[in-house]
């Protein structure tokens, strides 16, 4: 898949999608790994790969019982039947907009995302807010972690960066709070690096980070 970047003085970006050979994974190509997939602790689907092998995936995690988490990115519009198998959305502000209609402007507008976001299926939802954080919405509570100061270069792959370590470090048996933290963290020092790979940072980056941070 080529992705294209392109980036402003406002430390805010947009990303062209080209998929070329994501389009080419179809339903029947999971059928093949079934077993290995039912191995897994949770299945982390992202909306760049046809719609009904995302579908397919969720499908196969419900029947062996796996957590299905879904970054609704690029933002379009799913099926309620999809949204019903996830367990964990992480969507964006562009993206949460997409699916439920508000701009989550303020702590009650995320407040509002959250909770209609829920009646669509998903028990936990968390809501990337960029520099200002992100919001968590759960059964019980909604809270909104703040984000880390850092010197923000490029902001590619922030998303990226929080989903994988919030996905991460929760299957590692930390709280949903604790998560979100680690996540954020992943997010702030991948925007420290310029391009999408290369500011992946690594978990003992993160844990120092979280160290240096938590001590101040």
Same mark, same amino acid.
């Given at each position: 898949?080529a992705?294209?970047?392109?980036?402003?003085?406002?430390?805010? +970006?947009?990303? !062209?999608?080209?998929?070329? $050979?994501?389009?080419?994974l #179809? %339903?029947?190509?999971?059928? &093949?790994?079934? @077993?290995?997939?039912?191995?897994?602790?949770?299945?982390?689907?992202?909306?760049?790969?046809?719609?009904?092998?995302?579908?397919?995936?969720?499908?196969?995690?419900?029947?062996? +019982?796996?957590? !299905?988490?879904?970054?609704? $990115?690029?933002?379009?519009? #799913? %099926?309620?039947?999809?949204? &019903?198998?996830? @367990?964990?959305?992480?969507?964006?502000?562009?993206?949460?907009?997409?699916?439920?209609?508000?701009?989550?402007?303020?702590?009650?507008?995320l407040?509002?995302?959250?909770?209609?976001?829920?009646?669509?299926?998903?028990?936990?939802?968390?809501?990337?807010?960029?520099?200002?954080?992100?919001?968590?919405?759960?059964?019980?509570?909604?809270?909104?972690?703040?984000?880390?100061?850092?010197?923000?270069?490029?902001?590619?792959?922030?998303?990226?960066?929080?989903?994988?370590?919030?996905?991460?470090?929760?299957?590692?048996?930390?709280?949903?709070?604790?998560?979100?933290?680690?996540?954020?963290?992943?997010?702030?020092?991948?925007?420290?690096?310029?391009?999408?790979?290369?500011?992946?940072?690594?978990?003992?980056?993160?844990?120092?980070?979280?160290?240096?941070?938590?001590?101040r």
């Amino acid at each position: 898949m080529a992705s294209p970047v392109i980036y402003d003085s406002e430390n805010d +970006n947009s990303i !062209i999608i080209v998929p070329r $050979a994501n389009n080419s994974l #179809l %339903p029947h190509h999971l059928d &093949q790994f079934e @077993d290995f997939i039912s191995k897994m602790d949770l299945i982390m689907l992202q909306l760049e790969i046809p719609l009904e092998t995302c579908i397919r995936a969720a499908e196969i995690g419900k029947k062996h +019982n796996i957590p !299905i988490l879904l970054n609704p $990115a690029p933002a379009r519009s #799913l %099926p309620k039947s999809f949204l &019903q198998m996830v @367990d964990i959305i992480i969507p964006n502000e562009v993206e949460v907009s997409q699916l439920t209609g508000i701009n989550v402007d303020d702590l009650e507008l995320l407040q509002k995302a959250g909770s209609r976001l829920m009646e669509l299926g998903p028990k936990l939802v968390i809501i990337t807010l960029g520099e200002r954080g992100a919001f968590l919405m759960d059964s019980e509570r909604g809270l909104l972690e703040k984000s880390f100061t850092v010197n923000v270069v490029d902001p590619t792959a922030a998303g990226d960066a929080f989903c994988g370590g919030f996905a991460t470090i929760l299957m590692s048996g930390v709280t949903t709070q604790e998560a979100l933290r680690y996540g954020n963290a992943c997010g702030a020092l991948a925007t420290t690096v310029l391009g999408a790979e290369p500011s992946l940072p690594n978990r003992d980056a993160v844990e120092t980070f979280l160290f240096i941070n938590n001590s101040r």
